[in-house]
C-alpha cells in the first residue's frame, strides 16, 4: 500500500471537525468502548505498566488526557476497583462533545471528567503520579505533540505512557476488513482508517521525541511512548 509510505499528515478525522453530525459523533463515542477493547491495548497497559505502581493503602493518581467518552478512564478505575486498589483518575478532554457524553454516564467513585488542555493543568500547578493517554499522538500537529510531552514531563511524577497506534499495511488491511460489516452510522471505520494512516512508525516516532522518552512497538500494531520523569531527571 504506496499510500502509507509516509504519514498523511493532510487527512482529518469527521469527528474532530466541529460541525460533524452530532448523532454520529454519539454513536461513534458509544461504540469506542468495543474498539478499545481490541484495539487499545489498554488491559496490557494497565497490567504491565500501572498496575505494579498501585497501593491498596495510599491513592495514586492518574491524568487521561484526551480522554474522549472517557472509555479508557472507567475501564482503569473499573479494574484498579476490582484489584483493591487506590487510584484517582482525573480525565480531561478540550471538547465539549465529549465531556457531555462522558458525564451523562453513571459516574464511579474515584473517577472526575474536565474539559481541558495538559498546559492548562501545568499552568495550575497540578501534578499526578501518572500521566496518560490513547490514540492522541497522531491527532497532534508536531509543535502540539511536543507541547504534550513537555506538559507531561511537568506533570507526572512517576510515570508517562501514551499508547497510540503502528501504521502499517496489515494494520489497515486488518480494520478494513474486520470493521466493515459493523458499526453502522459512526465514524469508527471511516475514521480508523484515517488514524492509521495519521499515525506514526516506532521508527518515526523515534526520530520526533525529546531525550529521555523511550518507543517499544507492542502487539497488535501498537505503539507505546514512556518516560520516567526519576530516570530521566537522575
Known amino acids: 500500500m504506496p499510500f502509507l509510505q509516509e504519514r498523511a499528515t493532510d487527512a482529518r478525522e469527521e469527528m474532530d471537525r466541529p460541525d460533524c453530525d452530532p448523532v454520529r459523533l454519539a454513536r461513534t463515542y458509544a461504540q469506542f468502548p468495543r474498539v478499545n ?4 491495548g489498554s488491559r496490557a497497559v494497565y497490567r504491565d505498566r500501572i498496575r505494579p505502581l498501585l497501593s491498596p493503602t495510599t491513592a495514586t493518581t492518574l491524568l487521561d488526557v484526551g480522554c474522549g467518552g472517557g472509555d479508557i478512564a ?8 476490582h484489584d483493591s486498589f487506590l487510584l484517582d483518575i482525573t480525565a480531561i478532554d478540550p471538547d465539549q462533545r465529549a465531556l457531555d457524553f462522558a458525564t451523562a454516564r453513571p459516574g464511579r467513585p474515584r473517577l ?3 474539559r481541558a488542555y495538559s498546559s492548562d493543568l501545568v499552568r495550575e500547578g497540578a501534578f499526578f503520579d501518572l500521566v496518560i493517554s490513547n490514540h492522541m499522538l497522531h491527532h ?3 509543535a502540539e505533540l511536543q507541547g504534550l510531552l513537555s506538559d507531561s514531563e511537568r506533570l507526572a511524577t512517576r510515570a508517562v505512557i501514551h499508547g497510540d497506534i503502528a501504521r502499517s499495511p496489515a494494520a489497515y488491511a486488518l480494520f478494513a476488513a474486520g470493521t466493515l460489516p459493523f458499526f453502522p452510522g459512526s465514524f469508527i471505520r471511516c475514521d480508523g482508517l484515517t488514524s492509521i494512516r495519521r499515525s506514526y512508525t516506532p521508527a518515526e516516532l523515534r526520530a520526533v521525541v525529546p531525550p529521555g522518552w523511550t518507543v517499544r512497538r507492542e502487539r497488535p ?3 507505546v511512548l514512556q518516560f520516567t520523569p526519576g530516570a530521566a531527571r537522575g
Open 37 to 40: 477493547a481490541v484495539v487499545s
Open 112 to 114: 472526575a471528567f474536565r
Open 221 to 223: 500494531f501498537r505503539l
Open 140 to 142: 497532534l500537529a508536531p
Open 74 to 81: 472507567r475501564r482503569l478505575a473499573r479494574w484498579a476497583e
